[in-house]
């Protein structure tokens, strides 16, 4: 039997690959090996899914990285390296960042999902530069910092990410 999570996995992966027009319940059914019926007993058609992989993508690709970061007992500066660290440690993220973005120029549910992370992602930023002790405006810093992950997505060819790694590094040092 075919977990509702495993469903959302091929579905992300599907996203990440090909885009959102992949995303068809005869799709996922012939990438699982699966029937329609079983597709339905998870999700309420494809409306359904698409409404379970937003909350999937939101918990796994942010909330989940806040919780890992804000379960550390170190000071804000300390806390926004390794968020940077786990950010940029999944290679993977950057199609699936793209192609969240793309669809979500297409969908208006796709695009509140993508307003709420860029949201809950920025508040956060702003939050942990807050509590720096830097000459700088800790909302802009913020902002400049996310900006510059989002910014070296969209380009091509895509950054590597140990050149992304090195641009925060420098950037860092702004509040050193």
């Known amino acids: 039997m075919v977990t509702r999570v495993e469903w959302i ?11 959102a ?24 058609g494809a409306g359904g899914f698409k409404t379970a992989l937003l909350e999937y993508f939101e918990q796994e690709y942010t909330t ?3 919780d890992a970061v804000q379960a550390e007992n170190a ?10 660290r786990l950010v940029l440690t999944d290679p993977d993220n950057v199609a699936l960042e793209i ?11 796709v ?7 860029d949201a809950t992602r920025t508040a956060y930023l702003k939050e942990l530069c807050h509590g720096l002790n830097a000459d700088l405006d800790p909302d802009r810093y913020a902002q400049m910092l ?15 990410r140990a050149d992304l790694r090195e641009i925060y590094n420098l950037t860092l040092r702004l509040i050193d």
């Open 111 to 117: 695009r509140a999902a993508q307003e709420r992370v």
């Open 146 to 160: 996310y900006l510059i992950l989002i910014g070296a997505e969209q380009v091509l060819p895509t950054v590597e």
């Open 75 to 84: 000071k804000p500066k300390a806390k926004l390296e390794h968020l940077l």
């Open 9 to 19: 996995e091929v579905g992300v992966e599907l996203l990440a690959t090909e885009g």
């Open 99 to 109: 192609a969240i973005r793309a669809w979500a120029l297409q969908d208006p549910e």
């Open 21 to 44: 027009p992949a995303i068809t319940i005869e799709r996922l059914t012939g990438e699982l090996g699966m029937t329609k019926g079983s597709f339905y007993h998870h999700f309420a």
């Open 64 to 66: 989940r990285l806040i």
